[in-house]
């Protein structure tokens, strides 16, 4: 991905690409939202990383990417957070790590679906 530009120069900072909204659902119906993070960092190797989870995050959540262009995307299960240490969660990977299979192949890579001319852009979670 491509650092994001304006008139005055970089948008975001150098190595941003956009900047995103994670949401963390709960894991059962009616999947009400837990926990929100806008402005996140998407980087321009399709990374997003979040370093502050409160420690209050315990349990299954699904991971939702939410972007100004293109389609909210959710992870295709809920992700166990009730361990210590890093949390990973790759959309690029298969098909199949988006709910309803919804990410877009592009070379080797999965992308979620940009609003746009473009096919996408590729999220990695950490």
């Not at 972007?67 to 210590?84: C, K, L, M, P, Q």
Request: charged fraction near 10%; hydrophobic fraction near 35%; glycine fraction near 12%.
């Amino acid at each position: 991905m491509s650092q994001a530009q304006g008139s005055s120069g970089s948008q975001f900072g150098t190595g941003i690409a956009d900047q995103v909204t994670i949401e963390l659902h709960n894991a059962t119906s009616p999947y009400a939202m837990e926990y929100s993070y806008e402005n996140v960092n998407l980087l321009t190797d399709g990374m997003i990383l979040i370093n502050s989870l409160p420690g209050t995050i315990s349990g299954n959540y699904y991971i939702v990417v939410k972007n100004r262009n293109s389609i909210e995307t959710w992870s295709a299960t809920a992700i166990d957070f009730s361990a210590i240490g890093t949390i990973s969660y790759d959309f690029s990977t298969a098909v199949s790590q988006a709910f309803g299979n919804n990410l877009k192949l592009s070379g080797t890579d999965y992308l979620i679906w940009g609003g746009d001319a473009n096919p996408g852009w590729y999220c990695g979670w950490i």
